[in-house]
């Protein structure tokens, strides 16, 4: 979801009288001709650092003797690692610790703060940053034809995520006929999958455009997007009720996207290809596949998350969000604005590195390992001799980071110090 600056300057006059002069299905009633051009093969690898910067303004209604605040931690998931947590000394909320956790939904992870005492309408903000390396694929392995999935086609764990939920009604029978409408004349799952994605991108477009600025968002579920269109979360909804309705799994992901402006969350969604993995997608935006070269993953939404989805911070009205912020206490609240002067975040590109893919892996290894001897290390009460180990390996980690735009050895060697100084923790 878009906040302030990002929002389109289209003449609010000139819109309704262009959404009352089109019929309902104007925008979509056609198909796109051939799949998209598959990316072309690369003989070298990009990495890409990637920094997550969040500000969380937190208000209490009352006295709060103390609280956890959980927000989403980029996963460790296909392409990408997480490398780093860095709290920016502007934080001002009584913060007594921090950790980032293993959420019950694999792969995603959680960063819990743990507050202090918050007095009657005290407003604090946490400021940190999520760091991560991404080593993305090309798609150039891609075949150009997929059947459509049986059921026996699919790995057991995926199977979950052809199930309906409350926002993803994929047995619903609007959603069917769309579906059926969309899969005419193919057996192709990489085709059925680009007209998905361009029906959502295109569906009520300008109706989209009207309800953004008139501030009329409503509930971002499957059939009401079919229906009058929706924002993000919601056209990846339709997405994955339009997969699903066809056979194959599919799911919303939260990603933080490059852009030149701040965010509450944004959403993509991803299909599941036989014989291959799963398929970033950008149904907002009309493109499949999406090379992971401006988007960190933050997490990937659940069945669970589909079944408790929450109200929009800035739209009222809009309702069927899975969640990025968990508070513990009714009696706090995260503040987000429309003016950008509250809670909002934004993906900063850190550096690439260009080098052979031998190189690119080992990096990606090397950050992954890093990482996972970091992460119960974080918060833990060490003392003497580990607690000398531990501020060292930080310390490199921190060197690496700022090392790895202007030199991928530098980098590599700081990150391998850094692994030498995590195990000598006992």
Known sequence: MILGSSRRGVPLALLIMVVLLLPPCAIASSLPSPPSDMPQATASSTLHL??????????AASFVPSCHVSYVFPPDYQYQTPAFLEILPDTNAPLISYAIVNDTEVPNKLVVFTLGSLEANQTATIHF???????????????????????????????????????????????????????????????????????????????YVLQLNLGTLKGQDAKTVLRRSGDCPGRSHLASALFRAQGVPARSVMVSQHDAYWVQMHYMVEYYCPGYDWILTQAHGGKTPVVQNNDLILRI??????????????????????????????????????????????????????????????????????????????????????????????????????????????????????????????
């Not at 990637?50 to 208000?59: A, D, K, P, V």
């Not at 392995?141 to 994929?170: A, K």
């Open 50 to 59: 990637m920094r997550n910067e969040n500000y969380l303004y937190l208000t």
């Open 129 to 207: 940053t999520s760091w991560a390396l991404v080593n993305p694929t090309d798609f150039s392995d891609l075949p150009r034809y997929v059947r459509f999935p049986r059921l026996c086609d699919l790995p057991r764990e995926t199977w979950r995520w052809l199930l309906p939920s409350p926002v993803v009604q994929s047995r619903s029978l609007s959603i069917r006929l769309t579906a059926r409408h969309l899969a005419y004349g193919t057996s192709n799952l990489l085709r059925y999958a680009d007209r998905v994605v361009w029906f959502t991108h295109n569906h009520h477009e300008l109706f």
């Open 301 to 426: 939404c659940s069945p669970s998350d589909e079944a408790h989805t929450v109200h929009d911070y800035i739209f009222p009205k809009m309702t069927g969000e899975e969640p990025w912020l968990w508070i513990d206490t009714d009696q706090v609240k995260a503040v987000y604005t429309e003016a950008m002067d509250a809670s909002r975040q934004t993906m900063i590109p850190a550096g690439n590195q260009t080098t052979d893919p031998a190189t690119a892996a080992y990096a990606f290894s090397l950050t992954q390992m890093v990482f996972r001897r970091y992460q119960p290390l974080l918060g833990a009460n060490l003392t003497g001799e580990n607690l000398a180990h531990y501020t060292a390996a930080v310390g490199h980690q921190q060197q690496a980071l700022s090392d790895f735009a202007g030199s991928l050895p530098g980098y590599l060697s700081e990150m391998n110090t850094a692994y030498q100084e995590y195990q000598l923790i006992h």
